[in-house]
């Protein structure tokens, strides 16, 4: 599984923007899809993730003003960022869970996007 990630970009605080990441290759079918950022200097923190099923979980610094949605036929996920701070900035990296044989998973990851929210 490969994942490739776009949209990215310089925006404005209080602006939007969208991320988009989807999965291609030969597998057997992804489960929990998810966004994860990592601040310079900062260690890498969880932003939402996304369950086959549709239940959402999001970090309390961006609930309210991110949503998380995936398309299962296109093994695609969505992250809408709207309201965006400074503190925002981030490289923003896509994360996956391939399903293998015998019910074992393995987490993939993209290569990242850059986020950056000028003040």
């Known amino acids: 599984v490969q994942l490739v990630e776009s949209g990215g970009g310089l925006v404005q605080a209080g602006g939007s923007l969208m991320l988009s990441c989807a999965a291609s290759?030969?597998?057997?079918?992804?489960?929990?899809m998810g966004w994860y950022r990592q601040a310079p200097g900062k260690q890498r923190e969880l932003v939402a993730t996304i369950t086959r099923s549709g239940s959402t979980n999001y970090a309390d610094s961006v609930k309210g003003r991110f949503t998380i949605s995936r398309d299962n036929a296109k093994n695609m996920v969505i992250l809408q960022m709207n309201s965006l701070k400074p503190e925002d900035t981030a490289v923003y990296y896509c994360?996956?869970?391939?399903?293998?044989?015998?019910?074992?998973?393995?987490?993939?990851w993209g290569q990242g996007t850059l986020v950056t929210v000028s003040s």
């Open positions: 994360n996956c869970w391939e399903v293998l044989v015998l019910a074992k998973n393995r987490e993939i």
């Open positions: 290759g030969s597998f057997l079918a992804i489960n929990a």
